[in-house]
């Protein structure tokens, strides 16, 4: 059975910086895209980053990008997302997902139960 569990949440100021793990087990994604989504109170879930099997390939969302940095570690099937300069708008449910064909693809195969990120002002 593929889990995927995230970790590295918590409460943090504005400014500040946290980093997320997203640990797969169950099944190595060889050759697979893994990604980081968000779902904010009361808006749709939104894609964030998502990497490359062999993290040659990265995309961001606009309102991350050069803050947000995306890696992974196929030998631990483990893939991180450092998150810099964190604000307000930042809060939200921050979901891991595994196995998507390519990093510009949205369509995910597993998700994980999600880890939950608070930026005070």
């Known amino acids: 059975q593929v889990q995927l569990v995230e970790s590295g949440g918590g409460l943090v100021q504005a400014g500040g910086s946290l980093r997320l793990s997203c640990a797969a087990s169950g099944r190595t994604f060889s050759g697979k895209t893994m990604g980081w989504f968000r779902q904010a109170p009361g808006k749709e879930r939104e894609f964030v980053a998502a990497?490359?099997?062999?993290?040659?390939?990265?995309s961001y969302a606009t309102s991350v990008k050069g803050r947000f940095t995306i890696s992974r570690d196929n030998a631990k099937n483990t893939v991180y997302l450092q998150m810099n300069s964190l604000n307000p708008e930042d809060t939200a449910v921050y979901y891991c997902?595994?196995?998507?064909?390519?990093?510009?693809?949205?369509?995910?195969?597993?998700w994980g139960q999600g880890t939950q990120v608070t930026v005070s002002s």
């Open positions: 990497i490359s099997w062999s993290g040659g390939g990265t």
């Open positions: 997902a595994a196995g998507a064909a390519r990093y510009t693809s949205r369509e995910y195969d597993y």
